[in-house]
């Protein structure tokens, strides 16, 4: 299968399958030096985890990540970093009765007219535990990031509209769509601060380019907005465009209506991301759709499901985002001269 690495120096590789005996990563191009140990992972992939509570799916996996290569006596070696986070929890015989049938809003029928064959347990490579393995290698890419002192703020921002702050509202509307065995689309909001100006290319790498494949690489992902996002169609260029101003002896910009990034390159202000994701499509709410041999059929999907992704899925926007701010700081590093004279020892002439 195609497609399964990100990234041009920091390149991560996911593997595996949601009822597979395990799925992880593979980091290549990792600089040697960065302190890592296996509970570095844990607050990443805690943030991941099903909860139990009435916002994630009851499936509980420990989530521990093995470091199988590339780290030694805590540093990162510079060579292939491997991590495996091995699946315990799967009750694979919940799928047994959709086995020939093609989910609606989900990837199977595609996947059979692709393949034509699929592994039908959870989902495969679209499940949603895919995740487990960007989150693990973006968690290695926002250490390196905390070393030059890039910090994140992500959260799930709103329930069907609702923003999340308004606990009493979504628990509502939570309620009823259990019961009417429904789910509802939802929204993360990640807020980077530290990104230094000058990061990201000007044409095909833009900044947002490479953040829009990282945000919609992940499943479930409808739109983003970068700043004011769709929200600049409405608007006037003297409303949307965030005015220069001189501080502390450095050109800022007094608005962040562009979130930090213009013609594809970080402009030093806080880089703001706005995720959406449709509801979860496994409802048990009946449903009409079609077996593999062409019957028409009706079904309701039973098992264990997130009944809405954002809480779950703020850690992966954060780990993607990650992974590309890392890369591109990465890259960045050749677009000087004086850099790389630098680098080597030499002034220059
Ligand atoms: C963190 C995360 C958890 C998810 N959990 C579920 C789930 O429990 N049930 C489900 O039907 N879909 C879940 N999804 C969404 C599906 O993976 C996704 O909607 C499906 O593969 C179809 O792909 P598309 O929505 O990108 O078209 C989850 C996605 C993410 C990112």
């Excluded at 799916?57 to 091995?86: F, Q, W």
């Excluded at 009750?91 to 029928?109: E, I, K, M, T, W």
């Excluded at 995720?275 to 028409?296: D, N």
């Excluded at 264990?304 to 993607?320: G, L, S, T």
Aim: glycine share 12%; net charge neutral.
């Amino acid at each position: 299968m195609a497609g399964s690495t990100f990234g041009t120096i920091f390149r991560v590789s996911t593997w595996g399958e949601s009822h597979g005996p395990g799925l992880g990563a593979v980091v290549d191009g990792c600089p040697a030096g960065i302190p890592l140990q296996e509970e570095d992972f844990m607050p990443y992939m805690e943030r991941r985890r099903p909860n139990g509570g009435a916002l994630s799916t009851k499936r509980t996996e420990a989530d521990k990540v093995e470091i199988l290569s590339g780290v030694y006596e805590g540093m990162t070696t510079g060579t292939p970093i491997s991590l495996l986070i091995r699946n315990t929890d799967q009750h694979s015989s919940d799928y047994d009765a959709l086995r020939d049938v093609y989910r609606p809003g989900h990837a199977d029928y595609g996947y059979d007219r692709k393949y034509g064959l699929r592994d039908h347990r959870g989902g495969g490579r679209s499940s949603g535990r895919e995740t487990a393995g960007r989150v693990a290698a973006g968690a290695i890419a926002a250490k390196a990031l905390s070393m030059l002192g890039v910090s994140f703020k992500t959260e799930a921002a709103a329930i069907g509209g609702i923003p999340f702050a308004e606990s009493s509202r979504i628990e509502e509307l939570l309620a009823d769509c259990r019961s009417k065995g429904d789910s509802v689309g939802s929204e993360v909001l990640c807020t980077v601060h530290g990104v230094p100006a000058g990061i990201g290319d000007p044409v095909f790498d833009k900044l947002d380019a490479l953040l829009a494949e990282a945000a919609f690489s992940i499943g479930a992902v409808k739109a983003l907005d970068i700043g004011c996002g769709r929200r600049a169609a409405l608007l006037r260029g003297s409303q949307n465009n965030d005015p220069f101003v001189m501080k502390d002896g450095k050109a800022v910009k007094s608005s962040n209506h562009s979130g930090g990034i213009l013609g594809g390159i970080s402009d030093g202000s806080d880089i703001v991301l706005r995720v959406f994701f449709k509801p979860t499509p496994s409802i048990s709410h009946l449903q009409q759709t079609v077996s593999r041999s062409g019957e028409e059929r009706e079904l309701g999907i039973h098992g264990r499901h997130d009944p809405v992704i954002a809480p779950r899925a703020a850690v992966v926007v954060e780990a993607m985002t990650a992974l590309v701010l890392f890369d591109a700081m990465l890259r960045n590093m050749s677009a000087r001269m004086s850099a790389v004279e630098r680098f080597y020892g030499h002034s220059g002439i």
